[in-house]
């Protein structure tokens, strides 16, 4: 049994744990400090009732200031000289797509990434793609103690004569420490990968550059960055040449609907896309459905029980996490995104491969980001806000041939293609300005925050458990008591709950 925290207790627990970080500060434990900081992100990032905190900008700001060596003479940077950071080193995000396009401004481009990215996803790393690309050299950070990696990133740059940095971070990166202490004179742009979480850095940049009008939004309403420093780059999918893995033996013969991505995003209170998906199989008994998305222990207990309860065993397929994606593409017949959160890469993927998309927005959604990320050179509607019009394609899709190839290359053509976004980055990062409109419009912030802390008690988060856990039982009883009668309720239900 879980206890679900109040959104109260969340932001109380988060200001605790970062007065405790700070009181770690103070006493120069700096080891304690970055523990801390980092539950911090950990906690705002899931729940994202706020997307800029300038109190733990300065933390780390000062955290930086203080570990930081920093050059004492003046800094003269080469207008020929950029840097790539990156926190992935993998092909499934941006880097291979930026580092192309970067390498073919005829700029000096170093990109730098770090050894513990590098192990993290060994058998995902790009390192050798980049290395044979035109005026491009690599400098891995190696392990060590967190002071030597940030001091060694921060002299790697300074050394390099960098004008520009551009960052392909996450939302707590080795590079925010050295960010803030950097000179003024290295513009600073940070690709925003993540526009729907809480992210570190804002406060230090100089541009960020977006990829639709919904990440822009949030960047000029909630993250406190003026207009002029927002720049709109949508992208593309690179592909990774991976051989097709294959697909269950269950799917020869019939017309196979793919669709997956972080399985929050299949959460909501009326369980909309799971119905939508239950509604398409009990209709057509000769489609199989695959679905995509990283192992949890929460995701396998919904999927298994959401298969026995339907009666799915020979029609649903869990494959978990696919390094060939682009190949799963390529090999299903339509590609139906999650819902009520959809994501611009897989609906790109689908898009590029020439798959039609069956896309489904809850009515209000306010990232509803498909056309966004596909309609570039022409614009059309692909998604619905209406079930029985979602549904109403699904059956033209699934019964008409000809009109699922034709969806799927009007997709394809629409796409932003790789010789267009080359021209984008290079024009954008010698203008600094947003060679493509922002499209900002006025973001619901409650409807987003009230979605998130929904879609976790959906998954039974145990965020209650995970802050009592950081900051004890003295200090809950202190600085939320309701948080500690809840934790103890529940230990004495589960004791009496044992045979």
Same mark, same amino acid.
């Given at each position: ?127 050798? !793609? ?25 002299? !790697?740059?300074?050394?390099? *004569?960098?004008?520009?940095? /551009? ?19 290295? %513009? ?56 097709? +893995? *294959? ?111 069956? +896309? ?32 109403? %394609? ?33 024009? !954008? ?10 499209? /900002? ?7 987003? !925050? ?7 008690? %959906? ?5 209650? %458990? ?13 600085? /939320?008591?309701?948080?500690? /009668? ?14």
């Amino acid at each position: 049994m879980h206890f679900k925290a109040s959104l109260l207790e969340i932001k109380l627990g988060y200001r605790k744990i970062k007065s405790i970080a700070h009181a770690c500060l103070v006493t120069k434990d700096y080891d304690r400090f970055n523990k801390y900081f980092n539950y911090c992100v950990t906690i705002v990032s899931q729940f994202n009732w706020i997307y800029r905190d300038d109190e733990m900008e300065d933390l780390q700001h000062e955290y930086a200031d203080a570990i930081i060596n920093k050059s004492d003479r003046s800094y003269n940077p080469n207008q020929n000289n950029w840097v790539f950071y990156d926190d992935y080193s993998t092909s499934y995000v941006l880097a291979l797509q930026w580092m192309s396009a970067l390498s073919n401004t005829g700029k000096n481009i170093l990109y730098i990434t770090s050894q513990y990215s590098f192990e993290k996803r060994i058998d995902l790393c790009i390192i050798d !793609t980049i290395k044979n690309m035109p005026n491009v050299s690599v400098c891995v950070i190696p392990a060590g103690t967190l002071e030597e990696r940030a001091n060694l990133l921060y002299r !790697t740059i300074i050394d390099f *004569g960098s004008s520009k940095l /551009i960052l392909h971070k996450g939302m707590n990166s080795l590079v925010n420490i050295p960010l803030s202490v950097l000179p003024s004179n290295i %513009e600073k742009y940070n690709i925003n990968l993540g526009d729907q979480f809480f992210w570190m850095g804002a406060k230090w940049l100089d541009y960020n550059i977006e990829f639709r009008p919904f990440g822009a939004s949030v960047s000029s309403q909630l993250r406190g960055l003026k207009r002029e420093q927002l720049l709109m780059v949508p992208f593309y999918p690179a592909n990774e040449n991976r051989p097709f +893995q *294959g697909f269950p033996p269950i799917c020869n013969n019939k017309t196979v609907i793919f669709s997956g991505g972080d399985f929050y995003k299949t959460i909501d209170q009326h369980h909309s896309y799971w119905d939508l998906v239950k509604a398409i199989l009990d209709k057509h008994k000769d489609v199989i459905f695959l679905f995509a998305t990283k192992r949890s222990y929460n995701c396998q207990l919904f999927i298994e029980d959401f298969i026995k309860k339907n009666h799915f065993e020979d029609r649903f397929c869990y494959i978990q996490y696919r390094q060939d994606i682009f190949q799963v593409f390529a090999h299903c017949d339509i590609y139906m995104g999650t819902s009520p959160i959809s994501g611009s890469l897989m609906s790109q993927l689908a898009a590029i491969n020439g798959k039609p998309i069956l +896309q489904y927005y809850p009515p209000g959604t306010q990232d509803d980001e498909t056309e966004q990320a596909i309609c570039i050179n022409e614009h059309f509607p692909i998604s619905f806000s209406n079930k029985k019009d979602f549904l109403d %394609e699904a059956e033209r899709l699934l019964n008409d041939r000809n009109f699922r190839r034709n969806q799927g290359m009007r997709l394809k053509k629409a796409m932003m293609n790789e010789s267009q976004f080359n021209q984008l980055v290079n024009t !954008t990062l010698v203008s600094d300005k947003s060679q493509m409109p922002l499209g /900002i419009y006025q973001i619901n912030h409650s409807y987003l !925050t009230k979605r998130w802390l929904k879609s976790r008690d %959906e998954r039974v988060s145990d965020i209650g %458990e995970y802050i009592y856990s950081i900051i004890g039982a003295k200090d809950c009883i202190r600085s /939320i008591p309701s948080l500690f /009668i809840k934790k103890n309720l529940n230990r004495i239900f589960r004791n009496i709950a044992k045979p």
